[in-house]
């Protein structure tokens, strides 16, 4: 179900590669350093708050989860809610919810690919998205200016398309911002 071959966003370092001079315990602190004060370097933490928050909540309207997938007709980013997901690798690999919860903070850590098959792409509700130059735009103006920008406090701003509602989720996920639709108003909430 996992896409093995898929880019890992986390880099593993070598001794050497850090410095041909590095040696013994020295060089290894030097690297442990590193790794943990780099965010881009350091793999998210599994047991993060963020993924406890959005892999627990199995409502109706649960929170967006946001991962890449490959299928035979699409290869890409996609967001599902976790109900769904949660549903889909139930009904097809047997997953309950404590095994599901560990196999996605793995998915998810090690940025994997989950492979689908195209009948599960509809069946399941797993939600394409695509990158927009507004939301790309906004997005590098930092998460304030960008949470600002689309939402009214926690609900997302009226006259937004569902394809820039998508590539909006999607970002607030990469931020570990979690993401709903609030099962009164039907509106995109944040929180």
Same mark, same amino acid.
């Given at each position: 179900m996992i896409d093995t071959n898929h880019k890992q966003l986390c880099r593993k370092y070598s001794m050497k590669?850090?410095?041909?001079?590095?040696?013994?315990?020295?060089? =290894?602190?030097f690297i442990i350093f590193i790794i943990l004060k780099n965010p881009f370097i350091a793999? #998210?933490? *599994? &047991?993060?708050? !963020?993924? &406890?928050?959005?892999? &627990? +909540?199995?409502?109706? #309207?649960? /929170?967006?989860?946001? =991962? +890449?997938?490959?299928?035979?007709?699409?290869?890409?980013r996609i967001i599902i809610e976790n109900n769904n997901l949660y549903l889909f690798l139930n009904k097809t690999m047997g997953f309950d919810k404590e095994r /599901?919860?560990?196999? *996605?903070?793995?998915?998810? #850590?090690?940025h994997k690919a989950l492979?689908?098959? +195209?009948? +599960? !792409?509809?069946?399941?509700?797993?939600?394409?998205? !695509?990158? =927009?130059e507004s939301v790309i735009h906004f997005a590098d103006q930092g998460r304030d200016n960008f949470v600002a920008h689309y939402f009214n406090g926690i609900v997302l701003n009226d006259g937004i398309s569902d394809k820039e509602q998508n590539a909006v989720i999607n970002q607030l996920f990469y931020w570990e911002f979690p993401a709903k639709i609030d099962k009164l108003t039907g509106d995109l909430i944040i929180g």
């Amino acid at each position: 179900m996992i896409d093995t071959n898929h880019k890992q966003l986390c880099r593993k370092y070598s001794m050497k590669s850090i410095s041909g001079k590095s040696s013994g315990i020295l060089g =290894l602190v030097f690297i442990i350093f590193i790794i943990l004060k780099n965010p881009f370097i350091a793999c #998210t933490n *599994m &047991n993060s708050p !963020f993924y &406890n928050k959005v892999l &627990n +909540d199995f409502d109706t #309207t649960s /929170y967006y989860i946001a =991962l +890449d997938i490959k299928s035979q007709s699409y290869n890409g980013r996609i967001i599902i809610e976790n109900n769904n997901l949660y549903l889909f690798l139930n009904k097809t690999m047997g997953f309950d919810k404590e095994r /599901y919860k560990s196999y *996605m903070k793995r998915v998810l #850590t090690h940025h994997k690919a989950l492979k689908i098959e +195209d009948k +599960d !792409f509809y069946t399941w509700k797993f939600i394409k998205v !695509f990158e =927009l130059e507004s939301v790309i735009h906004f997005a590098d103006q930092g998460r304030d200016n960008f949470v600002a920008h689309y939402f009214n406090g926690i609900v997302l701003n009226d006259g937004i398309s569902d394809k820039e509602q998508n590539a909006v989720i999607n970002q607030l996920f990469y931020w570990e911002f979690p993401a709903k639709i609030d099962k009164l108003t039907g509106d995109l909430i944040i929180g």
